[in-house]
């Protein structure tokens, strides 16, 4: 007979990923007012659960973004029960959210999906049961679950109970959110963190819904069930095999002109590293419906940096692998029909900065005199060199990720865009430097400096974590006076 278990688990983690970020929910989240702290009567609740259930933990648990938080706790490890938080690699109750329905599992050991779960080792979760707690508008907010550490066959009663409980549990939260709204800011929206892609501030179509389906992938293609990779506002990237090798899977989740573009370069270049293989190293290309999905290879390794802000703290080694890598990049060509199609237009974008109030009068009239006087010497450029998208291999080489931005652009955009990120670092900015000057490109590279900052303005969203605004409005203030600085003194001269 078929061992249940085995069979294909109703969970879809590129769905639940992609619920679990959703804006308005987070909203409802933040609404709560509650945090990594006990509550009372949250506390109250799990104790129910684990008294009627007769389990050995209950949680009442709300998903954010990156974690999941225990505003009720009954019998968890000293260490959980003090911190009342974990990371969502620890987390069962997040594709509770990305199906708002019950989730019942007999032995996590043997699910599918679930088996890689770091809750199974460092929790010892082994029979989950876990029901939806919902806002007063519906969005889902975590879970109440009963968990147990050994095999468990849940019986429709227990189930019953659970969800008459997590009826309760809801209840009490509105009550919570519905004291609180007036006095709760909004929550940071970690998806606004600009992914540094110019979009030529040109305003999109709304996005829709709806656009991942399973449907039309290929056979052989098993995610992992671990939280995504990376993501962005408009791209979410999962772990998973196919046919037994690691590889990358990465998704279009909004339907704006933007985010097309940005993923059909990718899958352009992808492509063309497939038939060039380039000097560095890239996931290369298995298979992509040439729309919404693209599955690349997937190196074992870490990126420099977890977030995608632009301004991190590099040890000068780095920035110098980092040269490194982007000079043997820019060796690369791409084939002859890609040579002019990836061209990028230096005037269009700065036209569309101007307009956009990212570019002064001054700013966009001195940089088309000096683009005017640059060689149009044209390199193979990644477009996005920051932290997020370079991987730190075990071999001690530099990987790079995402070339959704990439393309042929004046000699120096990619030094440019590391100048940007080193905003803090007098060691780092003098190498680079230097870089420049032995290289004798200070003209191309003031004109993308000078773009690079208008990208960094035209990206610059206000519901960022106050300390990442703090840090980028202080390299944007940096990057824009060394760029004016350079183009007075080349454009006066």
């Not at 999906?113 to 029901?131: E, K, S």
């Amino acid at each position: 007979m078929t061992d249940p278990w085995f069979l294909p688990p109703p969970i879809d983690p590129v769905r639940s990923a992609a619920t679990v970020r959703d804006r308005d929910r987070l909203r409802a989240v933040a609404a709560t007012g509650l945090g990594d702290a006990p509550h009372r009567r949250f506390d109250t609740i799990a104790e129910q659960v684990r008294a009627k259930l007769r389990t050995p933990v209950a949680l009442v648990v709300l998903v954010e973004v990156h974690r999941q938080i225990f505003p009720g706790a009954a019998g968890l490890p000293e260490l959980w029960q003090h911190s009342r938080q974990t990371a969502l690699t620890h987390s069962f109750c997040q594709y509770v959210v990305g199906t708002d329905d019950r989730l019942v599992v007999r032995d996590a050991r043997r699910h599918p999906l679930l088996h890689t779960n770091d809750a199974i080792r460092d929790l010892g979760v082994v029979a989950y049961a876990g029901t939806p707690i919902t806002s007063r508008d519906g969005q889902v907010l975590g879970a109440l679950c009963a968990i147990d550490n050994q095999p468990r066959d849940w019986t429709s009663e227990e189930l019953a109970d659970l969800d008459a409980l997590a009826t309760d549990c809801s209840a009490a939260l509105h009550a919570l959110s519905h004291a609180t709204a007036t006095h709760r800011p909004p929550p940071p929206d970690e998806r606004s963190g600009s992914d540094g892609r110019d979009s030529d501030t040109s305003q999109d179509g709304p996005a829709r819904d709806g656009l991942w389906s399973t449907a039309g992938l290929p056979s052989g293609l098993v995610f992992d069930g671990r939280p995504p990779l990376r993501t962005t506002a408009t791209f979410l990237v999962s772990s998973a095999r196919l046919h037994g090798e690691p590889v990358a899977v990465g998704f279009r989740l909004v339907d704006t002109d933007a985010a097309r573009r940005s993923l059909h370069r990718h899958i352009d270049v992808a492509r063309a590293f497939d038939r060039h293989r380039p000097p560095v190293v890239v996931g290369m290309y298995r298979w992509s419906d040439d729309d919404r999905v693209l599955i690349l290879t997937r190196a074992i390794g870490d990126p420099l940096r977890d977030g995608p802000d632009t301004v991190s703290d590099l040890d000068i080694e780095q920035v110098r692998r980092i040269i490194h890598t982007a000079a043997l990049l820019s060796t690369w060509r791409p084939p002859g029909d890609a040579l002019q199609r990836w061209h990028v237009d230096y005037e269009r974008s700065i036209a569309a900065h101007h307009r956009a109030g990212h570019l002064t009068d001054d700013d966009a009239r001195r940089t088309l005199a000096l683009l005017r006087r640059c060689d149009d010497v044209r390199t193979f450029t990644h477009g996005n060199l920051v932290p997020h998208n370079i991987q730190q291999l075990p071999s001690g080489r530099l990987g790079l990720l995402d070339f959704g931005a990439a393309g042929m652009y004046l000699t120096g955009l990619d030094l440019a865009t590391l100048y940007l990120t080193t905003a803090h670092d007098p060691e780092a900015r003098r190498e680079l430097r230097n870089r420049v000057t032995d290289a004798d490109i200070l003209d191309p590279f003031t004109v993308n400096l000078m773009l690079a900052t208008a990208r960094m303005a035209a990206h610059h969203h206000p519901t960022a974590p106050s300390a990442v605004l703090a840090r980028r409005r202080d390299a944007l203030i940096r990057g824009r006076r060394t760029a004016r600085r350079l183009l007075a003194a080349l454009t006066d001269a």
